[in-house]
Nanobody
Framework: DVQLVESGGGSVQAGGSLRLSCAAS????????MAWFRQAAGKEREGVAR????????YFSDSTKDRFSIARDDAKNTVYLQLDSLKPEDSATYFC????????????????????WGQGTQVTVS
């Protein structure tokens, strides 16, 4: 069994904050590149951030890199995405994903390369 489960989404007003969690089971997340993507209604899935098995972080969205942060807790086998200063355009379904660890060092962040996905958690900002 390999499972990723996101939680922490919800509805907030502009300027508010949320912390999204991705709990992994069936494998140790430190074996993988862990990432967050998001997909707004009618838009393509977009890479937000990724974190390596040794804690290296890459942010990919210019619109969020100064407001969002990724972290992990190896003891809890959980990856987090802290969302601060939220804007209406941040409204989307946020997905946790895992890929082979070396993909955390790739020049891009492509959804097709990620082999495991959570069900997504909805973030709505008004």
């Amino acid at each position: 069994d390999v499972q990723l489960v996101e939680s922490g989404g919800g509805s907030v007003q502009a300027g508010g904050s949320l912390r999204l969690s991705c709990a992994a089971s069936g494998y140790t997340h430190s074996s993988f590149c862990m990432a967050w993507f998001r997909q707004a209604a009618g838009k393509e899935r977009e890479g937000v951030a990724r974190i390596t098995r040794i804690g290296g972080i890459t942010y990919f969205s210019d619109s969020t890199k100064d407001r969002f942060s990724i972290a992990r807790d190896d003891a809890k086998n959980t990856v987090y995405l802290q969302l601060d200063s939220l804007k209406p355009e941040d409204s989307a379904t946020y997905f946790c994903a895992a890929a082979e660890h070396w993909l955390c060092y790739a020049g891009g962040m492509h959804a097709s390369q990620y082999t495991h996905w959570g069900q997504g958690t909805q973030v709505t900002v008004s």
